[in-house]
Nanobody, 117 residues
């Protein structure tokens, strides 16, 4: 199973960050949790949210008001939207898949996102 994040690059403050993860060699309809995780400079990993085969979505409570997660099973993709970004949202964003919200068997390479005017 391979995961590949899109690469939004530079995003301006107050804009909405949109990231798409394309899954190959696997399926969004299998019994798997598909997560978004980020790592800001000098900080640890932060789980942001997930979707799964049932269509249920899960969110980090600290980010729930700004995040939306959706999935496109026809293209085997899932998407994260993060609204009203600030420079504190600058991080490497990863998509990952596994058997639980904190179990990651598959990882994307990561996408560097910088929030700056």
């Amino acid at each position: 199973v391979r995961l590949q994040e899109s690469d939004p690059g530079l995003v301006k403050p107050s804009e909405t960050l949109s990231l798409t993860c394309t899954v190959s060699g696997g399926s969004l309809t299998t019994n798997t949790f598909w997560s978004w995780i980020r790592q800001a400079p000098g900080k640890g990993l932060e789980w942001m949210g997930a979707t799964r085969d049932t269509g249920n979505n899960y969110h980090n409570p600290s980010l729930k008001s700004r995040t939306s997660i959706s999935r496109d099973t026809s293209n085997n993709q899932f998407t994260l939207q993060l609204r009203s970004v600030t420079p504190e949202d600058t991080a490497v964003y990863y998509c990952a898949g596994g058997n639980g919200l904190d179990e990651y068997e598959y990882w994307g390479q990561g996408a560097q996102v910088t929030v700056s005017s």
